[in-house]
């Protein structure tokens, strides 16, 4: 089987809707190998996510 990816974001994909997709995937992929997650530990990963994002985003403004 092969890995699935995310398509490339087009000219009107935003930042946050790639993000969400590569998440989706990210997801998807953990409850493949390891079961399902509660809607609670999806929410704690988005939350995570988000906040990687955050950080990411401060250091390149900062740069």
Do not use: C, H, N
């Given at each position: 089987?092969s890995p699935r990816?995310?398509?490339?974001?087009?000219?009107?994909?935003?930042?946050?809707?790639?993000?969400?997709?590569?998440?989706?995937?990210?997801?998807?992929?953990?409850?493949?190998?390891?079961?399902?997650?509660?809607?609670?530990?999806?929410?704690?990963?988005?939350?995570?996510?988000?906040?990687?994002?955050?950080l990411d985003k401060?250091?390149?403004?900062?740069?």
């Amino acid at each position: 089987m092969s890995p699935r990816y995310p398509a490339a974001p087009g000219p009107r994909t935003g930042k946050r809707e790639l993000r969400g997709q590569i998440l989706d995937e990210y997801l998807a992929d953990y409850e493949q190998r390891r079961g399902s997650l509660t809607p609670e530990s999806q929410q704690a990963a988005r939350q995570v996510f988000d906040e990687v994002f955050a950080l990411d985003k401060e250091r390149s403004a900062a740069s």
